[in-house]
């Protein structure tokens, strides 16, 4: 099936650390995805993860978890320009890309 | 400038005519996809084409089509519009299907009255 989950919105204050949580049931899996969408623009490519474990990319990192089907991005230091939605993606048994619903981020001062 | 373009940028639509959205890319890459994006859902793919000459359908694809006539174009046509097709329309590439980052173009937002 096509189940995947992430919080609707999050609140969090420059400077500090956030982590999005994602969680996904299916029954074939190749790969998480993580993308940033700022309002009224494309998705752009965050990151991706097929084996368990840690991903760091600068102020970014992202994790996953095969067996509990979940994922978290984790956002450092954060900066104002960080206020977007981040948009959590499984790869199916058929390469295709189940997307959740996006969790949007505001960055307070 | 390497990348995606769509257009038109955004389109007011009478219900019942008939539309086509472009999407061209110049990274040479061979599978390319149309999604459509609505407020409190995911991103929801309705055909795709892994490579010239061959589409599939994704999730979504009923009041739609597309060809692949080349690697660079892949458009999507509305048949006969309808309310409910008002969107946000991305169109994507990767170099494969199976394995690579897919990249978005900058949308084409489309209201169908």
Same mark, same amino acid.
């Given at each position: ?45 965050? *990151? @991706?993860?097929? %084996?368990?474990? &840690?991903?760091? =990319?600068?102020?970014? #990192? ?8 979940? *994922? @978290?991005?984790? %956002?450092?230091? &954060?900066?104002? =320009?960080?206020?977007? #939605? ?24 | ?113």
């Amino acid at each position: 099936g096509q189940n995947i989950d992430q919080p609707t919105e999050m609140t969090a204050t420059e400077g500090a650390i956030v982590q999005i949580n994602c969680t996904y049931q299916t029954s074939g899996f190749n790969g998480l995805f993580w993308y940033q969408q700022h309002a009224g623009e494309a998705p752009t490519f965050l *990151s @991706y993860n097929v %084996l368990d474990g &840690l991903e760091e =990319k600068g102020r970014f #990192s992202s994790f996953l978890s095969r067996s509990k089907g979940y *994922s @978290y991005l984790l %956002l450092k230091e &954060l900066q104002m =320009k960080d206020s977007a #939605s981040y948009l959590c993606a499984y790869m199916d048994s058929n390469y295709q890309l189940i997307w959740g619903a996006g969790t949007k981020l505001i960055i307070k001062p | 400038i390497a990348g995606i373009t769509q257009a038109p940028t955004s389109q007011i639509l009478a219900a019942g005519r008939r539309m086509t959205l472009r999407c061209t890319q110049d990274m040479r890459h061979n599978a390319m996809y149309w999604y459509r994006q609505d407020l409190g859902l995911g991103l929801r793919l309705i055909h795709y084409s892994n490579t010239a000459g061959t589409t599939g359908k994704g999730e979504v694809p009923d009041g739609y089509s597309v060809s692949r006539a080349n690697t660079d174009d892949f458009p999507l046509t509305l048949a006969s519009a309808v309310p409910s097709q008002t969107s946000v329309y991305f169109c994507a590439s990767s170099a494969d299907r199976e394995t690579d980052t897919q990249y978005f173009g900058p949308g084409t937002r489309l209201t169908v009255l």
